[in-house]
């Protein structure tokens, strides 16, 4: 619960958000990076002091993107695979939340974003760690609820799209999206092991059903948690799906002991 502001800082903060928001015409996002502040907290200060939200007279508005013909492919499986990882949607925002991951991987999502939309993501760092890559494009939002992805991942239950599972190459460029986003690789004291963590048992079981049908060995799911443990499958997996994430890539490289030069390509 924020505490309440003094009469006195409430004229202050409705001054600057003014200036910032409405003279300067900053988006939310340039406003908390130029407070050094979450962009969540900016809103709600503009709710506080009063002043009504106009992303449609902000530069780039999402109603201005025009939305190409994106074909099934490789590259969207993984983006899609990132997507039910760290990624959000609204109905008018793309976001895709990388927290305290590597800027090379930030920089990865970027490039794949821009070869499959023509669009480039904005990125907010928060703290100098925290990253966050965001993009206002309501036909984007469209596009990827109709295929499938919802706004609550939790409570709706997300699922993958069904056209991913018609295609092993599409299995695994998810499969490499959701493990370099919501995936981990840990040592155990025989070994090592593969974890997907999400709090969508539905993804869970889509997850599950693709690398069994690639012929790896999963786990049964257990609280909100899919494995792979067999030194076999560990290879495979370095081999065959691989990693764009270079510290997740790397421990696997590492750890599993398969010679291998590169990320896995898509």
């Known amino acids: 619960m924020p ?4 009469k006195r800082e409430e004229q202050q903060q409705l001054n600057l958000l003014r200036e910032l928001y ?3 015409n900053l988006t939310i996002f340039q406003v908390a990076k130029k407070l050094n502040i979450a962009y969540q907290t900016v809103y ?3 709710k506080r002091v009063g002043i009504k939200t106009i992303p449609y007279l902000k530069p780039n508005y999402t109603n201005k993107k025009i939305l190409k013909c994106i074909p099934y492919s490789k590259e969207l499986s993984e983006f899609i695979g990132i997507m039910c990882g ?9 976001f895709v939340f990388l927290g ?3 800027d090379d991987y930030g920089r990865y999502i970027i490039d794949l974003f821009r070869k499959l939309f023509d669009n480039d993501l904005k990125v907010v760092k928060r703290d100098k760690k925290y990253l966050i890559l965001y993009l206002g494009f309501r036909e984007l939002s469209r596009f990827l609820m109709d295929m499938g992805l919802v706004k609550n991942k939790v409570k709706e239950q997300v699922r993958v799209p069904k056209w991913i599972l018609t295609d092993k190459d599409f299995m695994r460029a998810f499969i490499r999206g959701f493990f370099d986003t919501d995936g981990s690789i840990y040592k155990l004291r025989w070994g090592a092991q593969i974890s997907f963590c ?6 869970l079981k889509d997850a599950r059903k693709m690398l069994s049908l690639l012929g790896f060995h999963p786990s049964k799911i257990s609280v909100c948690h899919l494995y792979l443990t067999q030194k076999s499958d560990l290879k495979r997996f370095l081999d065959e799906i691989g990693s764009n994430n ?3 890539f790397n421990k696997l490289k590492n750890w599993v ?3 291998v030069d590169k990320p896995g390509a898509l």
Do not use: F, M, P
């Open 44 to 46: 709600d200060r503009l």
């Open 100 to 102: 305290n991951k590597s």
């Open 22 to 24: 409405i003279e300067k």
């Open 257 to 259: 002991g398969t010679e």
């Open 86 to 94: 760290d990624g959000h949607i609204s109905d008018e925002q793309v």
């Open 198 to 203: 999400n709090r969508s048992v539905q993804l």
């Open 3 to 6: 505490k309440k502001w003094s």
């Open 246 to 248: 270079t510290i997740k």
